[in-house]
């Protein structure tokens, strides 16, 4: 856990040299269960409140000039839950999407979404359609969205993808790489993730991002995401900008 409530971090610290800064961060936005249960109200109110940290996020990576964030907002195992809760999910997205545009304009970043999108609700896939269109044109920042997302059934929709340029014989099969699978997934174009926040305590990555993140730093804390501030955003990245990453290799002296 390296969450320092007590260490609080200006802004102007921790928009640190490039090199220092990093260019992706995903996050596991968890806990808008509990943080509802824990207050006697509805578990929708807790994903309410989840939208707001949502926005706020956005914002704060804008500020830091963190130039790629990847949110999971949707996992594949999250279609089990009650039917009540994912048609109040889906609308809050829908929402979120309609609201939201405005602010993507503004700090010219586009959308993106990754996953199984044909399984969202037509009115869902409509508006997030038309979001990715109006803002594709901006390279200030990406947005992604993993919604219907699982990285398992990511990687066997790369095989599938890969195995069909095999049989049609634009690819051969001894030239395959990791770049042919990176190429191949929903993820491709983005760079890996530099850094995962993962709230609510949980020390796991639940399926999300897993080729993407095998050199991931991972950053936990135990705040509920309708609490995640700006403030903590900007300890992660603080945090970050200290660690040193070998890649599996050795240190500089
Ligand atoms: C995990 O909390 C969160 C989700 C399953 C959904 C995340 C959705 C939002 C933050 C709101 C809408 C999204 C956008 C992009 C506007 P949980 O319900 O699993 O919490 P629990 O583990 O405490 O039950």
């Known amino acids: ?14 928009v640190p040299a490039d090199d220092h800064r990093p260019r992706h961060v995903a996050v596991i936005m968890d806990g808008n269960g509990r943080w509802a249960r824990e207050r006697g109200l509805p578990r929708i109110e807790g994903h309410r409140r989840g939208a707001q940290s949502v926005r706020r996020v956005v914002k704060a990576c804008a500020d830091a000039h963190i130039r790629y964030l990847t949110l999971y907002a949707f996992s594949t195992e999250n279609w089990r839950r009650p039917p009540g809760e994912v048609r109040a999910l889906m609308e809050l997205l829908e929402r979120f999407l309609k ?29 997030l359609d038309r979001v990715c269109r109006a803002t ?40 395959i790489d990791e770049n042919t699978v990176t190429a191949h997934l929903d993820t491709a174009g983005l760079p890996d993730p530099d850094l995962i926040i993962r709230t609510s305590g949980e020390m796991r990555l639940s399926n999300f991002l897993l080729w993407q993140a095998s050199y991931a730093e991972l950053w936990v804390t135990s705040t509920y995401w309708p609490d995640f501030t700006e403030q903590e955003f900007f300890r992660a990245i603080d945090d970050y900008s200290r660690r040193r990453r070998r890649f599996g290799g050795v240190a500089d002296a």
Do not use: C, F, W
């Open 1 to 14: 856990m390296e969450d320092h409530p007590e260490r609080r971090v200006p802004r102007s610290a921790i």
């Open 99 to 127: 609201e939201r545009l405005g602010d993507l304009k503004k700090h010219r970043i586009r959308l993106n979404a990754i996953g199984d999108l044909e399984r969202l609700p037509a009115s869902v896939r409509q508006t």
């Open 136 to 175: 594709s044109s901006y390279t200030e920042g990406v947005l992604t969205l993993a919604l219907s997302y699982g990285g398992r059934a990511e990687i066997a929709t790369a095989v599938r993808r890969i195995a069909r340029e095999v049989r049609a014989g634009r690819l051969d099969p001894d030239r």
